[in-house]
Each structure stands twice: as structure tokens, then as C-alpha cells.
């Protein structure tokens, strides 16, 4: 188990891209306790990393809405009933919250591992590739030479967010309370309140559904 307490938010609503990034930043930002955050899109979607190109991930995804994450890394698509999106936030107080990349990065993946029969974490990274489900690195899961969940995470004073995506495999309805109980034995439910709601929809109106945000660089 790597929290001794965790809160599980698995969010029904399908929402936009701009909202669910909003979402997962102001929770972030106000959470003091691990909280995994389990949600759905609302269209076909693709969000792309923060230091992404909008024009060349435009080109790339024809006819899907883009949305710029908070986090690096590459391209991923998304949709209803495309992937398993999820959010890990870890508070700066939680010692897991400064464990460095590379080493967080392979804990939570091999918690995830066990829940997707088969997967195993890759060992080697990949030749690049702008989109990240064309392109395991190391500790990402994989099924064969097939990747099959990735993730991206930023780190503040806030702590540590990792944004991640199980595609192109099934997965189980229960996934999201499965991967909860790997996490920690002690499970909080919550929901979306109107007052979390109401400042994600600001904070999406004010950064992440604005031209400048999305096409930043």
C-alpha cells in the first residue's frame, strides 16, 4: 500500500477536456489528503502535454477537441469508453510526494499492473514519438510490445499530480475501486461539490478553455 489513508473520487459526469483539467488542478491545489480521481469525457478528445505544440497536435488529431494538460508529457487520445482517465494527487505533506520521477512514476504503475491481466512495466524506452500511446518509455505498462497505460505528472508546492490513461485494452468496471484498495486499505468516497465545481469552472473559463492557454506555444 503506498497511502495509509486515500480519498476516491470516481466522477459519473462526462465533462469537457477544459473542465476536467480544471478539476484535477484545483483539486490539487486544495486537497490534504492522497485523493485519486477517476472521470470521463464528454467528446472525443485528446489532451496534450504542457510543453506541447498546439498546431502540430492539431494536425496530428483532426476533428477531435484538444485541451493543454498541466502536465507534460505527449499527445492522448480520450473519449467515451476510449480509455480509463485518472488523476493521482499527492499533498507535499505525504512522503511519497517527494520521492523523485522516475521512482514514483514506477510505484504507482505497479500498483496499476496487477488490475490490467498481463501488463507488465517496460524496461527500455521507446524510439519518440509525439503521441504517447505510439511510444512506451520505461515504466510504463505494456501487454507484449503494446503500451497499454502512460502517464504525465507535475510537481509543486502543492505536491505531486499524476495524470494517467489506461487504452487499448479492458478493463474492468470495477477498476477504479480496485485500483483505490491497491493504493491503501483506508478509502474515503467523495463527490464533486457544488463549491469544487463552481471554482473548476472558473478556473477552466479563466486558463484552460482560453485560445492563449491552448496555444501557448
Given amino acids: 500500500m503506498l497511502f495509509s489513508a486515500l480519498q476516491l473520487l470516481d466522477d459519473p459526469t462526462p465533462r ?3 473542465l476536467n483539467m480544471a478539476l484535477d488542478e484545483t483539486l ?4 490534504t489528503t492522497p485523493l485519486l480521481r477517476v472521470y470521463r469525457w464528454e467528446q472525443r478528445s485528446v489532451s496534450f502535454g504542457y510543453f506541447g505544440t498546439h498546431t ?3 494536425a496530428r488529431w483532426p476533428g477531435r477537441r484538444l485541451v493543454r494538460r498541466w502536465t507534460g508529457g505527449g499527445e492522448v ?3 467515451p469508453g476510449e480509455d480509463f482517465t485518472y ?3 499527492v499533498p507535499r505533506g505525504e512522503t511519497f510526494a517527494r520521492r523523485g520521477v522516475r521512482e514514483s512514476y514506477r510505484a504507482i504503475h505497479a500498483v496499476l499492473a496487477p488490475l490490467l491481466p498481463g501488463a507488465h512495466l517496460a524496461e527500455a524506452d521507446a524510439v519518440e514519438n509525439a503521441a504517447c500511446f505510439a511510444r512506451p518509455v ?3 505498462l505494456v501487454l507484449g510490445t503494446q503500451k497499454i497505460a502512460g502517464a504525465a505528472q507535475r510537481r509543486g508546492t502543492f505536491g505531486l499530480l499524476h495524470q494517467g490513461s489506461v487504452q487499448g485494452v479492458a478493463w474492468s468496471t470495477d477498476l477504479a475501486a480496485q485500483l483505490a484498495r491497491a493504493l491503501s486499505s ?3 468516497a467523495i463527490a464533486v461539490s457544488p463549491a469544487l465545481l463552481a471554482s473548476a469552472q472558473a478556473l477552466a473559463a479563466e486558463k484552460y478553455a ?3 492557454w491552448l496555444t501557448r506555444r
Avoid at 28 to 31: F, G, T, V
Fill in 77 to 79: 487520445p480520450h473519449g
Fill in 138 to 140: 520505461v515504466a510504463d
Fill in 210 to 212: 482560453t485560445h492563449a
Fill in 186 to 188: 483506508h478509502i474515503e
Fill in 16 to 18: 469537457g477536456g477544459a
Fill in 28 to 31: 490539487a491545489r486544495q486537497s
Fill in 56 to 58: 502540430e497536435a492539431a
Fill in 87 to 89: 488523476t493521482l494527487i
